[in-house]
């Protein structure tokens, strides 16, 4: 049986607009239509990750960290099923960053864990993560509104992934 957002009792994020994501991802169809190769895409944004914390790169390399969000933002999807990775993903990504802004050093069940006690997830990063959520929940918005085509015409599928134009957009309509 599919992993649906029912089965999740508690959300990695209890931001609105991540709740907003849930809910639209909730509302596309559970499979897609057509088959997408896989992406680049953080291994760690599945339902196996077992580790406790995700790697110390995230933590320690800003390019790996922005390399991630990267991958998130971009990744196509037009069901649930394909969605939840990328909410798991972006979620994952807040609890990190929660983890790291309530380390206290003199804990001694993280004190041995320099990769949490030295995290460069500051709230800049907290803000970066929450802005792919805003990118990845407009372009759901627009696409349920039928505002957008859909990238690459395929009758809703690929709605959350990234579309240069809009990027393109965004740097031209952004001021001085």
């Known amino acids: 049986m599919p992993l649906s ?9 209890i931001m609105p607009r991540y709740q907003v994501l849930l809910d639209l991802v ?3 169809p559970e499979e897609e239509s057509a088959k997408w ?24 390399d800003l390019g790996a960290f922005q390399k991630a969000i990267a991958e998130l933002q ?3 999807f037009g069901s649930s099923s394909r969605g939840l990775e990328v909410v798991l993903g972006l979620g994952l990504l807040l609890m990190e960053y929660s983890h790291a ?3 206290e050093e003199d804990d001694p069940v993280v004190s041995n864990l320099h990769f949490l006690v030295n995290s460069k997830l500051s709230v ?14 407009s372009r759901l918005e627009q696409c349920s509104t039928g505002t957008k085509e859909p990238q690459g015409g395929n009758g809703g599928e690929g709605l959350g992934g ?10 031209e309509e952004a001021p001085p």
């Open 5 to 13: 957002l029912s089965y999740i009792e508690f959300p990695l994020s």
């Open 26 to 28: 909730d509302a596309l």
């Open 37 to 60: 190769t896989e992406e680049d895409f953080p291994c760690w944004a599945t339902w196996t990750w077992s580790a406790k914390y995700l790697p110390e790169e995230i933590h320690s």
């Open 74 to 76: 971009s990744a196509r």
């Open 101 to 103: 802004q309530e380390v």
């Open 124 to 137: 800049q990063r907290g803000d970066d993560v929450m802005d792919v959520v805003g990118v990845v929940v």
């Open 162 to 171: 990234s579309d240069e134009g809009d990027e393109e957009k965004e740097e």
